[in-house]
């Protein structure tokens, strides 16, 4: 009887909020059709996958592609230059966000705030081809503006793209400005929650603008702040291919050369599917565990987590 009435409630509460069931309808046919579903291939990691036999009809393989992995050559360059690229955006690109959201909180002319606002989140609707392609351009050293600013103070042209120990400032420098902007919204958001009679009062007590930034409007923010960067600490070792495949060329492979750059040569140009999804299923395996332990350590050290 008591599963019955519970069942009953279940029901009458779906018949109540259709519409917003309806509305979560979208959202979860995409998660299941492009997130879960897909997941079925990554059996293949495990497989000497042939096109003619299909997923089921490949040989089991066992940890085959895994071993490659790990024992290869350039293993050791591939994990480095994955950790020191995203070591370095993270370093440099997560700060950028809360840095500008606090100093924009503090604009009082609402015009002029909304002009700033537009201006720094255009960047992030430019897509990375178009970026890489500007930037291309900028450092060129045949007529780029950055060398014929150099030239101009009697210094030699530099080949930007050709060069090592550029390659990483660029990366890192150019999604700092493409992302700054867009990633400040939420910052923003939290901080409009406030309450302004916080403000009022240390006021009153003589604090100034920076005072109230620091012992007020930073705590505010530093559960959003956590959670953000757990989830950004999930993905340490996952950098996206498509701006690095743009950026990099043979001269520069020792320093750009990624994990997930050298899965699109070795996998995806190849045709060695079981490689690539091996590699990739190893990626996500170590982002679960950094997001656990981050988790673990945000818990001990604060209140805030994601569970």
């Not at 956590?226 to 690095?244: A, C, H, P, Q, T």
Request: with cysteine.
């Amino acid at each position: 009887m008591q599963q019955q009435s519970k069942k009953k409630s279940l029901l009458k509460k779906m018949k109540t909020q259709k519409y917003l069931l309806l509305l979560l309808l979208p959202g979860l046919i995409y998660f299941i059709v492009f997130r879960y579903y897909p997941m079925y291939g990554t059996v293949i990691a495990f497989k000497d996958f042939d096109f003619r036999e299909g997923i089921l009809g490949s040989d089991w393989v066992g940890l085959r592609y895994f071993k490659q992995f790990v024992t290869g050559p350039y293993f050791w360059r591939l994990v480095k230059n994955t950790f020191l690229v995203s070591f370095y955006d993270l370093l440099f690109s997560f700060p950028a966000p809360i840095i500008f959201a606090l100093l924009l909180n503090e604009v009082r002319s609402k015009r002029y705030k909304k002009v700033v606002q537009t201006v720094s989140y255009l960047p992030h609707f430019i897509s990375v081809v178009i970026l890489v392609g500007l930037m291309k351009t900028m450092f060129s050293p045949n007529g780029g503006v950055v060398n014929n600013i150099l030239m101009s103070m009697g210094m030699d042209p530099i080949n930007f793209f050709m060069e090592k120990s550029w390659f990483r400032p660029l990366y890192v420098g150019s999604s700092i400005w493409q992302s700054f902007g867009w990633g400040s919204i939420i910052y923003l958001a939290t901080m409009a929650g406030i309450d302004t009679q916080l403000y009022e009062a240390a006021h009153m007590d003589g604090a100034g603008r920076f005072r109230c930034m620091w012992n007020i409007t930073l705590p505010c923010i530093r559960p959003t702040i956590v959670i953000l960067l757990i989830l950004r600490l999930g993905k340490l070792l996952s950098v996206g291919f498509e701006k690095i495949i743009l950026m990099y060329n043979p001269a520069t492979y020792e320093v750009s050369d990624v994990i997930s750059s050298y899965v699109y040569r070795y996998g995806i140009l190849q045709a060695n599917y079981s490689f690539g999804a091996a590699v990739d299923l190893m990626n996500s395996i170590i982002a679960l565990i950094l997001i656990l332990i981050t988790n673990k350590i945000s818990q001990k050290i604060s209140d805030t987590s994601l569970w």
